[in-house]
């Protein structure tokens, strides 16, 4: 079955450098999605990617969704404290099974 | 606007005693509804989905159940807890067809 990879695990940078995390799936996805988890909450939906090579900005993220829709980047420059949380991106397995990557916990040292 | 409710919180209990979280979603209808844990400092593993009333996919073979009695309503279950249950089981919502994710608050269930 499809399964979403993402790495690295972990990530922990001075501020002000930048953090990139990749996401991997074994098949092509419809359509892939980006989520923040701050430390103790929930995550909470950032982007959603859906037309090949497409790249997206907010503010210091950019996000890419690779040519043959089976993988995806998200890119922060320079980072800033409150960057800090783990990251994850989603892909549909099918129309009902939204599955998630391990995540890239950042840690952001001040 | 939608809005999704899951309760409690936070949860201690002993191993052996039973396990009923309940999450409902409002303003919107026929959603898909996810039950995820994620282990301390881990990812999120998918336990259950439900596009509907009474359907229930089981991901992975464990200690816990799922239904969904009403529309808008998901309850996760397990007779008897055991310690490896522990963690933050997350509740979430989808409206159509790949669109986001709407996350409820979380329970940090914690057995001992």
């Known amino acids: 079955g499809q399964q979403v990879m993402q790495i690295p695990q972990y990530q922990h940078v001075q501020e002000g450098e930048d953090f990139t995390t990749y996401c991997n799936s074994s098949t092509t996805l419809s359509n892939i999605q980006w989520y923040k988890q701050r430390p103790g909450g929930h995550p909470v939906f950032l982007i959603q990617l859906v037309k090949s090579g497409e790249v997206k900005k907010q503010k210091r993220l950019t996000f890419q969704f690779g040519e043959a829709k089976k993988n995806s980047s998200l890119h922060i420059t320079a980072t800033q404290t409150t960057d800090v949380g783990t990251y994850f991106c989603?892909?549909?397995?099918?129309?009902?099974?939204?599955?998630f990557g391990a995540g890239t916990r950042l840690t952001v040292k001040p | 606007s939608q809005t999704i409710h899951q309760w409690p919180a936070t949860l201690v209990q002993p191993v052996g005693s039973p396990l009923s979280l309940e999450c409902t979603v409002e303003g919107t209808s026929n959603p898909n509804l996810y039950w995820y844990r994620q282990a301390a400092g881990r990812g999120l593993q998918l336990l259950f989905y439900s596009v509907g009333i009474g359907q229930i996919s089981s991901e992975v073979p464990q200690n816990l159940s799922a239904s969904r009695p009403q529309d808008r309503q998901f309850i996760l279950s397990s007779k008897k807890l055991l310690l490896s249950d522990s963690g933050f089981y997350l509740c979430?919502?989808?409206?159509?067809?790949?669109?986001?994710?709407?996350f409820g608050q979380g329970t940090r269930l914690t057995v001992v």
């Open positions: 989603a892909g549909p397995r099918n129309n009902n099974d939204m599955r």
């Open positions: 979430a919502w989808v409206g159509t067809r790949g669109s986001e994710a709407f």
